[in-house]
Nanobody, 129 residues
Framework: QLMESGGGLAHAGGSLRLSCAASGFTLDYWAIGWFRQAPGKEREGVSC????????DYVDSVKGRFIISRDTAKNTVYLQMNSLKPEDTAVYYCATDLDRLCPPSTQIMNEYMNDYDYWGQGTQVTVSS
């Protein structure tokens, strides 16, 4: 099981760090993706980190602001979100399709979203202007 935490309310320009923790399996064996779903919009892939951390991709709207990382000792993947914007408001999910590699792009993450078998319950991020 996956569990996200760290969401909350932030002002525009602020920061939040989301965590994705696992129980029952070891996260660092697998690529982990972060997705988000804003009200009235489709879920979209935000970022992905591969099992050996050498493939990290971001959707264009968050490049330069968000950083995905992994702490093997804590069996946790993080999404550091800086310079937050109101359009970042969404429910954020972590997920894995039990593949060691990330898709070639976040666009491909969106196309193969149904292949992600393991999802967390989501954590709400709200950014006020």
């Amino acid at each position: 099981q996956l569990m996200e935490s760290g969401g909350g309310l932030a002002h525009a320009g602020g920061s939040l760090r989301l965590s994705c923790a696992a129980s029952g399996f070891t996260l660092d064996y697998w690529a982990i993706g972060w997705f988000r779903q804003a009200p009235g919009k489709e879920r979209e892939g935000v970022s992905c980190i591969s099992s050996n951390d050498d493939t990290i991709d971001y959707v264009d709207s968050v490049k330069g602001r968000f950083i995905i990382s992994r702490d093997t000792a804590k069996n946790t993947v993080y999404l550091q979100m800086n310079s937050l914007k109101p359009e970042d408001t969404a429910v954020y999910y972590c997920a894995t399709d039990l593949d060691r590699l990330c898709p070639p792009s976040t666009q491909i993450m969106n196309e193969y979203m149904n292949d992600y078998d393991y999802w967390g319950q989501g954590t709400q991020v709200t950014v006020s202007s």
